[in-house]
């Protein structure tokens, strides 16, 4: 059993931060890239940032220079921290995780997501 629990949404002022957790927990050998995508409401799932086990980022056009992702592999868990937040920000927020498990069998997983809402 592999889940994925992400945390740390909320609702916050435009121009404010919110910093979003991943954690993995279960039969989990390692796991290979983790990522981020949000959905807002009428809108399909979209890329945000992703980082591999070595540490090189990837991030969607629309939140770089504003969001940062990290992980740290000994904890199995992730962050996205994200600045200068804007309106078009508002989504529910999803991790996934490219999971290698005690079994050696590989697939991806999703968390429940995570509620982000940036308004006045």
């Known amino acids: 059993q592999v889940q994925l629990v992400e945390s740390g949404g909320g609702l916050v002022q435009p121009g404010g931060s919110l910093r979003l957790s991943c954690a993995a927990s279960?039969?989990?050998?390692?796991?290979?890239?983790m990522g981020w995508y949000r959905q807002a409401p009428g809108k399909q799932r979209e890329f945000v940032a992703a980082?591999?086990?070595?540490?090189?980022?990837d991030y969607a056009d629309s939140v770089k220079g504003r969001f940062t992702i990290s992980r740290d592999n000994a904890k199995n868990t992730a962050w996205l921290q994200m600045n200068s937040l804007k309106p078009e920000d508002t989504a529910v927020y999803s991790c996934n995780a490219d999971v290698v498990a005690t079994t050696r069998a590989r697939f991806s997983s999703w968390g429940q997501g995570t509620q982000v809402t940036v308004s006045s």
């Open positions: 980082i591999t086990y070595g540490g090189t980022t």
């Open positions: 279960g039969s989990i050998l390692s796991i290979n890239a």
